[in-house]
Every structure is written in C-alpha cells, then in structure tokens.
C-alpha cells in the first residue's frame, strides 16, 4: 500500500528477510509463556514450529500479527519494524494503522478455520481484497475464483461456510488469506481440528503453497510435513527455542534429548 | 353484533390508521438511531459514556413508559428555559411528544438487545476480521453489525411488535390514533365490545403483517443457518 515505508531496516536483495523476530517476550499474569525467541524467516522459507502443547508456539504465532502483544522483543515484516511503545506499564502498537496494514501482509490460517458464517466461500475469500485492499470487485473475483480452484474447492464458491467439511473450509480459509497476496503466511495447526481423513487434502495446499515458494510459519502435529515439506524445524520447550535446525539434521541425528523425546511420542 | 356498526366503526378506526403508523414508523427510526449511539457508548472504552448509556437504559427501561410520556408532555412546560426555548413550538405538541417518549423508551430495550447481538458475535470471526486488517469503523460496518444484526432481529421483532402496541398510549396524551378515536366512538355510542374488538383487529393484522415482514428478512439474512439445498453435507 505504502511501498516507500518498506525496507527501512532490511536489505531488498533476493532471498530477503520477509520476517525477523527479535527476543519475544510474553507473560500471561505470573505465567511467563515466551522467554525470549528470536527468528529470521528468508523469501521461500517454511518453518515448522514444533512443541507440546503449552510449550508457547501458538502464543508465538499469534504475537507475530499482534494478536497476542508480546510484552517484549521487535518484530519486522520485510523489513518494516512494528512500531511499539509503553503506554501505562504496558508494551502496545504505537500506530493502529501500520497494525493493520501489517496485518494485511500477513496471512493467518486458523485451527478452527474462523470463516465469517453469514458469507459465503466466495465473499469470504474477497472480502478482505475488495475492503480492505480496496481494490475492484470483478478483480477479485476473477482472482477468487483462481484460488478456489487451486485449493480445489471451486464448485462450493456459492455455498456457506457450514455447509462445507472441515477440510473444505480450511482450504477456504487458506484460499481467503491467499487472496491478500501475503508475504509471509502463519499457519496455527492447521490440521488439528479435522478429522484425520481430512488433513491429507489441507497438507496438500500447503505443500504446493511451499513448493511455489511462499513464505511460511507454521505450528504443527504433523510430523511428516515437518519433515518432509519444510526447509527448518524449530522446536519449542518452555517457551524457549530448544532445538532450531534443518529437518533432516533435526530428525536424524542433531536433535536435543527433549526433542528425540518428544518425536518419540509420534512414533517418529 | 351489528355488522353494518361494525364496519362503519372500521371505517372510522382505519382513518385513524395512518396516525398510528406515523407514531410507530418515527418512533421506531427513531429510537434505532439513538439505540446505536447508546449501544456504542455502552460497549466503548470510555467510561463516563459506559456510565452514561448504563443509566439511560436503566431509567427508560426501568420506568412506565405512559409516565415518562407524561413526564415529557405534561412535566417539560413547568420549565421555562424550554417553554421560552425555539423547541417549545415543537414540545408542545402531542405528537411530537408521543414520538419522543416512544423513542426514548424503545431505544433503551433496543441497545441492549444490539448489545446482546454484539455479544453473540463468535470471537474467531472476529479475530479473522483483524487477521486481514480490518478494525474501528471497517470492523465494524463488514462484520460486527452485520453479524449482530442477525443475532438480534428475533429479539428486535418483539420489540417492534411491543411499539406497536405502546403507540396506544399516545391516546391518553391526545394524540388521535387508532385507540384513542376508539375511545371517543365509545363515549359517544357506548358500544365498547365492538369498537374494542374492531380496534383490536387492527392492531392484530398490523402485527401479523410485520412480524411476517421481519421473519421475511430474517430468513432472507440467514441462509447460512439453513441447509443446503444445492450443496449436500458430504457424507461421513
């Protein structure tokens, strides 16, 4: 939108830093859920932030979109910094707008999907495009109707949200986020509210979102995705980052104790 | 029963018909927008309009509304920075004060009904709506009112069936709509049975009508509460 403010701190290289994150900090009363965690994310990266549960990666995740305002630490997305101050002990956004604006860079797919119900799939995924983007409606219709047929769920364009399966309407989702042209995606499980038969065909958008090279954050179960689509795997103990590394180092050899333990438990 | 008195008593009630129906409409327009101003001080950050809108709904809520009628047309005259104000050739008229304490009143019941809508609001779609960029006033018009606006109108519809019916109070401050000719055929003829039950008929078929216009534009609203009928639930 504001294409001059970008890359104040960054570099504009190709393979740039779409995401840094620098020692996040988050407590929820005494509970001290991220102690610290510090991430660069590259053009093309996809991260798998992988933890029990509790062990802060959604929190994380979600204080990159300031859904969460982490009371601590600087986030910058392509090179912008999130501008925050202290106002009344507190650690808050000092400008609404560059909020949203950011907001609107950042693509977030949620467990449980979190479509508008009263819309249908199609005004979900055009919504944000033509209101908040503001850019013409037949446009982002056109380009709709793209991105339901890449998730392949093309033929639901007309019908609600709960009229869909649960796969249906994550690839809805994934769809409605795509449609802002995001330069980082954030995932937040994905998969963990569909029945099992169903997190193949999720997986599977995402894969090839990977594969075309979009930028990724994404807190996951599914160890095979970890594994296999991700270039990084960073595993998360006590909200601290407790192994970070590239999978096949990770799941083969490199891995700490805690995160043998923890795979352990998928049977990997 | 004489029908010939009957119909001749419709005939006269109905001319009355579009009285009630000038009460109704302003009232209710009204009172929607002054509900919304309420219900925004009610649910914001600031605390002197949380207060505020707490103690309006409190009082027009809390009282009768035939004496806070009274109150507005027979009360507001004692004061003579109003009586001497350029709103007393307004405030002196009966109609003007019937449409005022209608809408005063229904805006009270109807803030905390939007109120009630805004609460039933699902906090993930809420959460989606900031995900993408939206807050404040784009927030709002794109998903919190719409969402709410369903939520309330089952609600909202009694409370317009209910202004319906409190515009009959407006007789008692001389203001000639459907009850109040009523009441005047009835000290003129004495028959009470047929003149009320004739008004009553009125009141009911306006009633059935726009609670049928209400249902119509909840479920124009509402077609993702219903199934499908193009797209079946794919099978388990």
Same mark, same amino acid.
């Given at each position: 939108m504001t294409p001059t403010t970008l890359n104040q701190t960054g570099?504009?290289?190709? %393979?740039?830093?779409r995401l840094s994150v620098r020692n996040i900090r988050k407590s929820f009363g005494t509970h001290e859920v991220l102690r610290g965690i510090s991430l660069d994310a590259r053009d093309g990266d996809v991260i798998s932030l992988l933890g029990?549960? %509790?062990?802060g990666k959604s929190t994380f995740l979600r204080c990159i979109n300031l859904l969460e305002i982490a009371d601590h630490g600087e986030i910058s997305v392509d090179g912008e910094l999130i501008q925050m101050e202290q106002r009344g002990g507190k650690n808050v956004p000092a400008n609404r707008r560059q909020v949203d604006r950011i907001r609107s860079e950042l693509g977030m797919v949620f467990q449980s999907f #979190? /479509?508008?119900?009263?819309?249908t799939i199609l005004e979900n995924v055009i919504e944000g495009p033509v209101h908040v983007l503001r850019r013409p409606r037949a446009e982002c219709i056109a380009e709709a109707e793209v991105l339901l047929e890449k998730v392949g769920?093309?033929?639901?364009? #007309?019908?609600?949200?709960?009229? /869909?399966?649960g796969g249906q309407q994550q690839r809805a989702a994934i769809a409605r986020s795509l449609a802002m042209k995001p330069k980082v995606m954030l995932f937040d499980e994905p998969t963990s509210a569909l029945d099992p038969e169903l997190v193949g065909e999720v997986l599977r958008v995402m894969r090839s979102l990977a594969e075309e090279g979009m930028t990724m954050l994404v807190v996951t179960h599914e160890m095979s995705f970890a594994r296999n689509v991700s270039n990084r795997v960073i595993f998360m103990k006590s909200g601290e980052i407790d192994s970070d590394g590239a999978p096949d180092q990770l799941f083969g050899s490199g891995g700490s104790p805690s995160f043998r333990q923890f795979i352990g438990n998928f049977g990997g | 029963m004489d029908i010939t008195f009957m119909f001749e008593t419709m005939k006269t009630l109905l001319a009355a018909l579009p009285m009630t129906l000038a009460l109704f409409s302003l009232s209710v327009f009204f009172g929607g927008l002054l509900a919304l101003l309420i219900v925004w001080m009610r649910v914001s950050g600031n605390t002197t309009a949380r207060n505020f809108a707490k103690g309006y709904i409190f009082v027009f809520r809390g009282s009768p509304l035939l004496i806070q009628m009274f109150l507005i047309f027979?009360?507001?005259?004692?004061f003579g920075f109003i009586r001497y104000s350029f709103l007393w050739p307004a405030l002196r008229e009966p109609f003007v004060c019937a449409v005022l304490s209608l809408a005063l009143c229904t805006a009270g019941y109807t803030a905390e009904i939007f109120r009630f809508g805004l609460r039933a609001i699902p906090a993930k779609e809420i959460e989606a709506a900031r995900s993408v960029g939206m807050s404040g006033f784009l927030l709002t018009r794109r998903i919190l009112a719409p969402v709410a606006f369903r939520h309330a109108l089952p609600a909202y519809s009694t409370e317009v069936v209910m202004m319906v019916k409190s515009t009959a109070l407006a007789s008692l401050v001389t203001v000639w709509e459907v009850t109040g000719v009523a009441q005047r055929l009835i000290s003129q003829t004495y028959r009470t049975m047929e003149v009320f039950l004739c008004a009553a008929a009125i009141y009911l078929i306006l009633n059935f009508l726009i609670l049928q216009a209400m249902a119509l534009l909840e479920y124009k609203l509402t077609p993702?509460?219903?199934?499908a009928p193009l797209f079946p639930v794919p099978q388990r």
């Amino acid at each position: 939108m504001t294409p001059t403010t970008l890359n104040q701190t960054g570099t504009t290289m190709a %393979g740039t830093t779409r995401l840094s994150v620098r020692n996040i900090r988050k407590s929820f009363g005494t509970h001290e859920v991220l102690r610290g965690i510090s991430l660069d994310a590259r053009d093309g990266d996809v991260i798998s932030l992988l933890g029990a549960s %509790g062990s802060g990666k959604s929190t994380f995740l979600r204080c990159i979109n300031l859904l969460e305002i982490a009371d601590h630490g600087e986030i910058s997305v392509d090179g912008e910094l999130i501008q925050m101050e202290q106002r009344g002990g507190k650690n808050v956004p000092a400008n609404r707008r560059q909020v949203d604006r950011i907001r609107s860079e950042l693509g977030m797919v949620f467990q449980s999907f #979190n /479509l508008w119900s009263h819309m249908t799939i199609l005004e979900n995924v055009i919504e944000g495009p033509v209101h908040v983007l503001r850019r013409p409606r037949a446009e982002c219709i056109a380009e709709a109707e793209v991105l339901l047929e890449k998730v392949g769920i093309a033929e639901k364009r #007309n019908a609600y949200p709960a009229h /869909l399966s649960g796969g249906q309407q994550q690839r809805a989702a994934i769809a409605r986020s795509l449609a802002m042209k995001p330069k980082v995606m954030l995932f937040d499980e994905p998969t963990s509210a569909l029945d099992p038969e169903l997190v193949g065909e999720v997986l599977r958008v995402m894969r090839s979102l990977a594969e075309e090279g979009m930028t990724m954050l994404v807190v996951t179960h599914e160890m095979s995705f970890a594994r296999n689509v991700s270039n990084r795997v960073i595993f998360m103990k006590s909200g601290e980052i407790d192994s970070d590394g590239a999978p096949d180092q990770l799941f083969g050899s490199g891995g700490s104790p805690s995160f043998r333990q923890f795979i352990g438990n998928f049977g990997g | 029963m004489d029908i010939t008195f009957m119909f001749e008593t419709m005939k006269t009630l109905l001319a009355a018909l579009p009285m009630t129906l000038a009460l109704f409409s302003l009232s209710v327009f009204f009172g929607g927008l002054l509900a919304l101003l309420i219900v925004w001080m009610r649910v914001s950050g600031n605390t002197t309009a949380r207060n505020f809108a707490k103690g309006y709904i409190f009082v027009f809520r809390g009282s009768p509304l035939l004496i806070q009628m009274f109150l507005i047309f027979y009360g507001l005259g004692q004061f003579g920075f109003i009586r001497y104000s350029f709103l007393w050739p307004a405030l002196r008229e009966p109609f003007v004060c019937a449409v005022l304490s209608l809408a005063l009143c229904t805006a009270g019941y109807t803030a905390e009904i939007f109120r009630f809508g805004l609460r039933a609001i699902p906090a993930k779609e809420i959460e989606a709506a900031r995900s993408v960029g939206m807050s404040g006033f784009l927030l709002t018009r794109r998903i919190l009112a719409p969402v709410a606006f369903r939520h309330a109108l089952p609600a909202y519809s009694t409370e317009v069936v209910m202004m319906v019916k409190s515009t009959a109070l407006a007789s008692l401050v001389t203001v000639w709509e459907v009850t109040g000719v009523a009441q005047r055929l009835i000290s003129q003829t004495y028959r009470t049975m047929e003149v009320f039950l004739c008004a009553a008929a009125i009141y009911l078929i306006l009633n059935f009508l726009i609670l049928q216009a209400m249902a119509l534009l909840e479920y124009k609203l509402t077609p993702h509460r219903r199934a499908a009928p193009l797209f079946p639930v794919p099978q388990r």
